[in-house]
DNA sequence: ACTTGGCACTCGGATCAGGGGAGTGCCAGG
DNA sequence: CCTGGCACTCCCCTGATCCGAGTGCCAAGT
């Protein structure tokens, strides 16, 4: 019974301190929510969540702050998701469904993750590793230079410009073209990787040159990590602290591979991740939540997209927004 | 001779402000630099200058802030700007030439010159309108959807993906290449949509279908307002003013409409332009500087990049690092 | 065994006065 | 035209005071 309205309580002042930014008292607690009793009760039942560390408080004498771990047991104590409302969905699927490639799918749904939870959103491209090659394509720049385009099934395009050993005429040009075709198109990458490095050294000195270029961008780790940013004016809403936690967090939305390791590995599509304050994996971003989720097909993610933003958030919108915008690019992508 | 002194006088205001952020007394000033007069000389030359409106007091008796007005005479007056050291043009070169490829080539430099500057560096991805059509490739995806895939002479690639009215065989596909290719690979872009809308009625629908997807993609003008951005954290040494200056332009600097306008037109490469403060067109940012610099052959500019930052900023140096930058880029983009 | 009202206590933050100091303007003399 | 001197102006820092929200605890009530 009282274990029952401790959950309430610590629920009422999660809600009321990311809603004010302010530690809340007892008696603030009784009016604001329709808790009958008294905050005298109330005082007794924070100072037994205090005492097992869901609570703190900033002064002795001041109002009652969540801890990382009062938000933890908050969230796993959610009931259920509340799902968003028909008008947002409408926005999701119409924001999106204009786009014309890849770019534009994530450059769309990060910049739609940051306005529906008015945080910071990071939206992984689709990780080389889980996409298969759909094309290669060779195009005469001059008789000794051409340009080799490498097209993914995800929608990824990686080109480069080769410099031949020799000259190349059109036909050979062909079947250089067709045999790099053969080898490659249709693989995952790791085996068009091992396809193309096989293109034995009994080829021409050209063959060998494009395969050996195409197989490095394929395992260009660069392109491993690319990652789309969106939303970092939202920052300016952390209010204090700003030099403490702002700052770091605009250097490592600029570095990916730090934001890489801050958004953890793709979790399974459907499933979404809370990771609050220190549970992360940098120290620097201990005030810092994290809440993420894989997109791509079902068993198969095929990288992650999320929000980051101050351990004081609204977690059920931001998750369920986050659970949402996943479902849609992953049918959009599924379309394409 | 007068005259000459009060340029000094102001020169040495700038550099003390910038360097320290705050107000600057005739005191300190005469210490830090050789001035051969006294500070009650000082005196009555600073004041002249705030008669002038070069300068301003923030209270009755603090020390003198440069105007804007101080700032574009300063500017102006510069002699020379002075050029990077043996070891920054060494550093510049040895980060862009790793690049390889057109995406490759924005990001590091985004991220050189904000780096050299210390400031947020814009950089806009060559304008489609100065491009040529370098290659058209169409890749069957299924009978009757089809990858197109766009290739510009300034290496930016565009793709989509095309539903076909009719299936299509592969010998109709290859004469569908050759025909499209030999009205567009060229061509400046305005020419090239030209010649695809051209391609006249009496074609079979899938020609007519594809050439009109290419023609969209190459007057997308979507594509046309596509920047990097760069160097964001260093907003944070905004210091004061956090909502009112900073705020506003993270904001602007996911809006690449807003940027752009800011930025300006791409002025000739080689002359470096400077906005100082309410010089600008965006009456919000009127405490914000931008430099900036065209790139790209010579009279004929592909695009803009430079620095955005508070009206409070080194001159001399951003316009260096912004001018070398920008050199390298119209250098390596001229190789590739 | 909980809950409740009462009460003393703590402590942060706002407010205010006072003093120090940096900087100015102006004037009279070089 | 430059310079030293001097009175004056505010800004800002410091310390003291006060107020009130909020707590902890206790004794009484259900």
């Given at each position: ?136 394509e060779l195009v005469a720049l001059?008789?000794?230079?051409l340009l ?189």
């Amino acid at each position: 019974m009282q274990e029952e309205r401790r959950i309430a309580v610590l629920r009422a002042i999660v809600q009321d301190y990311v809603a004010t930014e302010e530690p809340v008292g007892s008696k603030a607690l009784v009016e604001r929510h329709g808790l009958n009793v008294s905050p005298a009760t109330v005082r007794n039942d924070m100072a037994a969540l205090e005492e097992e560390g869901y609570l703190t408080q900033p002064h002795t004498s001041a109002g009652r702050v969540p801890t990382d771990k009062g938000y933890r047991l908050f969230v796993d104590r959610l009931g259920s998701v509340k799902p968003l409302s028909a008008a947002e969905k409408r926005a999701i699927a119409s924001f999106l469904d204009g786009a014309v490639d890849l770019d534009d799918v994530v450059t769309r749904s990060v910049r739609l993750l940051s306005q529906l939870t008015r945080q910071v959103a990071v939206v992984q491209y689709p990780t080389l590793s889980r996409s298969t090659v759909r094309h290669i394509e060779l195009v005469a720049l001059a008789p000794q230079r051409l340009l080799a385009v490498l097209i993914l099934s995800t929608g990824r395009v990686e080109q480069r410009v080769v410099e031949l050993p020799e000259p190349l005429v059109d036909d050979d040009l062909a079947r250089l073209r067709s045999r790099l075709n053969l080898a490659a198109t249709g693989e995952v990458i790791a085996d068009a990787v091992a396809a193309l490095r096989r293109l034995g050294p009994e080829q021409p000195d050209a063959t060998r040159t494009v395969a050996d270029v195409l197989a490095d961008a394929m395992s260009d780790h660069r392109s491993d990590s690319r990652v789309a940013v969106g939303g970092a004016a939202n920052l300016a809403r952390y209010g204090d602290h700003f030099d403490s936690a702002v700052r770091p967090l605009l250097e490592a939305l600029e570095e990916h591979v730090v934001l890489l390791k801050l958004m953890g590995e793709a979790t399974a599509a459907g499933t979404v991740t809370v990771r609050i304050g220190a549970e992360g994996p940098i120290e620097e971003f201990s005030s810092t939540s994290v809440v993420t989720t894989g997109y791509g097909p079902a068993q198969d993610a095929l990288a992650s997209l999320g929000v980051v933003g101050p351990t004081r958030m609204d977690y059920p919108g931001t998750m369920a927004a986050v659970r949402a915008v996943a479902r849609y690019v992953t049918r959009i992508l599924d379309e394409a």
